[in-house]
């Protein structure tokens, strides 16, 4: 999940978030079933329109955050042309593409309130076993936020290297990403301390 919810409520928006990461896993089975490259063409394109029954905004942001995908996508693609494969690595391109996208179609049509508030609701019978919860709870919440955020974060990097350099971005930005990073992960900490800690 790559992305926070989208602002413009959609259909898709007051469908429970139980309901919508149970077709989601039901979806991830059924494309890791099949590695035909027409079954996964026909999903991916299924899922472009899944998103266009959000309307064109909702779309073009869901397709903006997916851009980071690509560079996996190349290497897996070339990588299996090499191999002499490439039907196969198409497939895996493909697959990849279809369960990010529905992934991410799932965060951007719910709030991350109602995302906690599931989480809570599986690890329930760990708390009639007396087991605190509350740690496990915010840490999935701040990985579901902090993932767009550390995607942004590498953007900035990236136009702020281009704005100063006319060679392309190298790993050179890694460490400045883990930086700031560790840097948000510490304003968070101060921030859960002063509100009482984790109970």
Same mark, same amino acid.
């Given at each position: 999940?790559?992305?926070?919810?989208?602002?413009?409520?959609?259909?898709?928006?007051?469908?429970?978030?139980?309901?919508?990461?149970?077709?989601?896993?039901?979806?991830?089975?059924?494309?890791?079933?099949? &590695?035909?490259?027409?079954?996964?063409?026909?999903?991916? %394109?299924? /899922?472009?329109?899944?998103?266009?029954?959000?309307?064109?905004?909702?779309?073009?942001? &869901?397709?903006?955050?997916?851009?980071?995908?690509?560079?996996?996508? /190349?290497?897996?693609?070339?990588?299996?042309? $090499?191999?002499?494969?490439?039907?196969?690595?198409?497939?895996?391109?493909?697959?990849?593409? %279809? /369960?990010?996208?529905?992934?991410?179609?799932?965060?951007?049509?719910?709030?991350?309130?109602?995302?906690?508030?599931?989480?809570?609701?599986?690890? %329930?019978?760990?708390?009639?076993?007396?087991? %605190?919860?509350?740690?496990?709870?915010?840490? $999935?919440?701040?990985?579901?936020?902090? /993932?767009?955020?550390?995607?942004?974060?590498?953007?900035?990097?990236?136009?702020?290297?281009?704005?100063?350099?006319?060679?392309?971005?190298?790993?050179? $930005?890694?460490?400045?990403?883990?930086?700031?990073?560790?840097?948000?992960?510490?304003?968070?900490?101060?921030?859960?301390?002063?509100?009482?800690? $984790?109970?």
């Amino acid at each position: 999940m790559i992305s926070l919810t989208f602002p413009t409520r959609t259909w898709a928006h007051p469908v429970p978030v139980g309901w919508k990461l149970a077709c989601l896993s039901g979806a991830t089975v059924v494309l890791f079933s099949f &590695g035909s490259l027409a079954v996964q063409t026909a999903a991916l %394109s299924l /899922t472009a329109v899944l998103y266009l029954s959000a309307g064109r905004g909702f779309a073009w942001s &869901g397709l903006k955050t997916l851009r980071i995908l690509w560079p996996f996508l /190349t290497v897996i693609v070339l990588w299996h042309l $090499i191999e002499g494969s490439p039907h196969e690595g198409l497939s895996i391109a493909l697959r990849l593409m %279809s /369960t990010v996208a529905l992934a991410n179609f799932v965060t951007m049509t719910s709030r991350l309130s109602d995302m906690i508030d599931l989480a809570a609701w599986l690890l %329930s019978p760990l708390r009639r076993l007396g087991l %605190s919860t509350r740690g496990l709870e915010i840490a $999935i919440a701040l990985v579901i936020r902090f /993932t767009p955020l550390l995607s942004l974060r590498g953007a900035q990097l990236v136009d702020a290297w281009r704005a100063r350099s006319a060679r392309r971005p190298s790993w050179r $930005i890694a460490l400045p990403l883990t930086v700031m990073a560790l840097d948000d992960a510490d304003h968070v900490a101060e921030a859960l301390k002063a509100r009482g800690g $984790i109970q």
